[in-house]
């Protein structure tokens, strides 16, 4: 009589076990193809940085009609001990015309640091239009204890910026990317 009752017990229990390992099977899967549903969100809204990335400048005559005011912010994370500040909080662009700005760094740490600058954009639809020809955030910067130093960054603003846009506010987060190791040697 007991092995009829465990008989759909066990059956259910069948049933359940595929259940979760679909389950599972399902958010492995999903984890996988979040990466690059990730990129694809960041390249059409331009959050978290990402932009068309490098761009080639070609001498082109700027749209003159319009001026775009572009606002430059810089945030340091609290675990990253440098000053970090654009030379210009803003300046006014025309479209279609490559400009220079500087950012200053400073390391207040007795030892060397290596920092990455992420860049975000407000709103996040201009930057389908900011293009970037030269910058510091394409790579790892390496200051030594004390080092200060100024990094350009190169860019123009599309033409086909949509006339709604006459502000753009790039933002820059600096985080600390020291390895581990070298910050275990420094320590020692």
Same mark, same amino acid.
């Given at each position: 009589?007991?092995?009829?009752?465990? %008989?759909?017990?066990?059956?259910?229990?069948?049933?359940m076990?595929?259940?979760?390992?679909?389950?599972?099977?399902?958010?492995? $899967?999903f984890?996988? @193809?979040? =990466?690059?549903?990730?990129?694809?969100?960041?390249? =059409?809204? *331009?959050?978290?940085?990402?932009?068309?990335g490098?761009?080639? !400048?070609?001498?082109?005559?700027?749209?003159t009609?319009r001026?775009?005011?572009?606002q430059?912010?810089? =945030?340091?994370? #609290?675990?990253?001990?440098?000053?970090f500040q654009?030379?210009?909080? %803003? =300046?006014?662009? !025309?479209?279609g015309k490559? !400009?220079?700005?500087?950012?200053?760094?400073?390391n207040?740490?007795?030892k @060397?640091i290596? *920092?990455? $600058?992420i860049?975000?954009?407000?709103? #996040?639809?201009?930057?389908?239009?900011?293009n970037?020809?030269?910058?510091?955030c394409? #790579?790892?910067?390496?200051?030594?204890? *004390?080092?200060?130093?100024?990094?350009?960054m190169?860019?123009?603003?599309?033409?086909d910026?949509?006339?709604?846009?006459?502000t753009i506010?790039?933002? !820059?987060?600096l985080? #600390?990317?020291?390895?581990?190791e070298? %910050?275990?040697?420094?320590?020692d």
């Open positions: 009589m007991s092995d009829i009752n465990q %008989q759909p017990e066990q059956d259910k229990n069948k049933v076990t595929r259940k979760l390992v679909m389950v599972v099977l399902i958010m492995l $899967a984890g996988f @193809a979040m =990466i690059p549903l990730y990129d694809v969100f960041c390249e =059409i809204t *331009g959050l978290n940085g990402k932009s068309n490098l761009a080639v !400048y070609e001498q082109q005559e700027p749209d009609s001026e775009i005011t572009v430059f912010m810089t =945030i340091t994370k #609290n675990d990253m001990p440098w000053d654009p030379v210009q909080t %803003q =300046i006014k662009v !025309y479209p490559e !400009y220079e700005v500087n950012f200053r760094v400073k207040r740490a007795g @060397a290596v *920092g990455q $600058a860049p975000s954009f407000s709103p #996040n639809l201009v930057s389908q239009y900011f970037k020809t030269e910058c510091f394409f #790579n790892q910067q390496t200051l030594a204890a *004390g080092e200060t130093e100024e990094m350009p190169r860019f123009f603003v599309d033409k910026l949509p006339e709604k846009y006459d506010t790039l933002a !820059y987060t985080h #600390n990317v020291t390895p581990a070298q %910050q275990t040697q420094a320590a």
